[in-house]
């Protein structure tokens, strides 16, 4: 199964909350009219510019493996390492917010419209994290409409650059995925481009699968700690 999509922008609408914490405003604080002016702003300039699109393509295990495997920096023990094995079913994907809206961004700080670019650039970072959560749900849609019927079962995504599997990663699973086909390229620094994209894999299976303890080696080095979010959101019931 390899299928290609655009996502409604409206999907991908950025939570206000997440975005402010992006720029160290706690949430559900009042903003002064300045700064409510330039989120307002910020906001029509992402609705012009935004182009949501995605890519996913379904992969056995032994071929996620040989892309898992990369150029063999990943470290010893990760979640990836733990998760995939027990999966029932993985794809690859590819979500992208588009060119223009990178572009929008880039074109804010070269011009030194510093405000409008971190706050630009924060709604684009919580946007496409929509955009990939959006492909978790298709995902998991997909299998179901295709008679997957484990009972708690849940699609999470994990990505390189993340939790021990290193950013190298990105060129065998750009080999892989061929995420031209939505207009996305990798750089020599395996970095993507348009910036704003999210690629990784999907796994699928009961819930239990991805519950792991923090403790890997990259942990001690991890601020964000993300993974306890998406464990709670999981055992929560809003799994996908
Ligand atoms: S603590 Fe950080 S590095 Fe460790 S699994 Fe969680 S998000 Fe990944």
Redesign the pocket.
């Known amino acids: 199964m390899s299928d290609v999509f655009t996502v409604a922008p409206e999907e991908v609408s950025p939570e206000r909350d997440a975005v402010l914490a992006l720029l160290g405003i706690p949430a559900g604080t009042q903003l002064g009219d300045r700064i409510e002016r330039l989120y307002t702003h910020a906001l029509g300039v992402l609705g012009e510019t935004i182009a949501p699109r995605g890519l996913i393509a379904e992969i056995e295990g032994g071929a996620f493996d040989a892309v898992y495997a990369g150029d063999g920096k990943n470290a010893p023990e990760t979640?990836v390492a733990l998760v995939a094995p027990r999966a029932e079913h993985r794809a690859l994907f590819a979500v992208t917010l588009g060119e223009p809206l990178s572009r929008a961004v880039a074109e804010c700080f070269t011009g030194a419209d510093f405000a409008l670019g971190y706050t630009l650039d924060a709604m684009a970072s919580v946007a496409a994290d929509a955009a990939a959560a959006v492909a978790e749900r298709r995902f998991a849609r997909t299998l179901r409409e295709r008679g997957w019927a484990t009972a708690d079962g849940a699609v999470l995504r994990y990505s390189p650059g993340?939790?021990?599997w290193d950013i190298t990663g990105q060129r065998r699973l750009f080999a892989a995925l061929q995420p031209g086909a939505i207009g996305l390229t990798l750089n020599d620094s395996c970095l993507m481009q348009p910036l704003k994209s999210v690629s990784g894999v999907l796994l699928a299976g009961p819930r239990t699968i991805h519950k792991?303890p923090?403790?890997?080696d990259?942990?001690a080095?991890?601020a964000?700690?993300?993974?306890?979010d998406r464990l709670a959101t999981l055992f929560a019931g809003a799994a996908h």
Do not use: D, I
């Open positions: 979640p993340y939790c021990g792991f923090p403790t890997f990259c942990c080095r991890c964000e700690r993300t993974c306890r």
